[in-house]
């Protein structure tokens, strides 16, 4: 992962602000864009098609309201594995990228194995997600529920202090 921190260590001062609009507006023309960040229109589309080029930006997609979409119940659930070996975590480990409920699966070191962010339009369908498709991912051995009760802070659109 050295070379990754030295990449990032690369960006100069227009890079990062080209990183820091576009996760405001992904949207944003490159003759826009190329203005907020003080450039000329012909080496800001360089630098964007670099960054791309590079892998610091991964792609575009549109962000869609979850409330609106009916799929503001979240809840957050901790699974313990039967099984940490290589092949069992890379087994579960595919099998949940297909399931389109979880929004996100994270690796913890910890009391459990995996902590996934459940999105459904209510807790009842969340009870039919959690018994039909969690439960039956390989080598799930138990899991733990805790519904969120609110969204305070969602997404990278504010965390361009980091870049």
């Known amino acids: ?15 990062r602000k080209i990183l820091e609009v576009l996760i405001e507006d992904g949207r944003i023309s490159i003759t826009e864009l190329a203005a907020r960040v003080g ?19 991964e792609g575009f997609r549109a962000i869609l309201n979850p409330t609106k979409m009916q799929l503001d119940h979240v809840a957050f659930v901790e699974v313990k594995l039967s099984d940490t070996r290589e092949e069992a975590l890379r087994s579960f480990n595919d099998a949940v990228k297909k399931v389109r409920e979880i929004e996100e699966c994270h690796m913890i070191a910890g009391r459990f194995d995996y902590l996934l962010k459940v999105r459904t339009r209510d807790i009842g369908r969340y009870r039919r997600v959690l018994g039909e498709k969690i439960s039956t991912l390989p080598h799930v051995a138990n899991t733990s529920t805790n519904p969120a009760m609110e969204t305070i802070k969602e997404g990278w659109d504010r965390f361009s202090s980091a870049i």
């Open 1 to 15: 992962m050295a070379t990754d921190i030295n990449l990032l260590s690369e960006l100069d001062q227009f890079d």
């Open 39 to 57: 450039l000329s229109k012909t080496p800001c589309q360089i630098r964007f098609r670099r960054l791309i080029a590079d892998g610091y930006i």
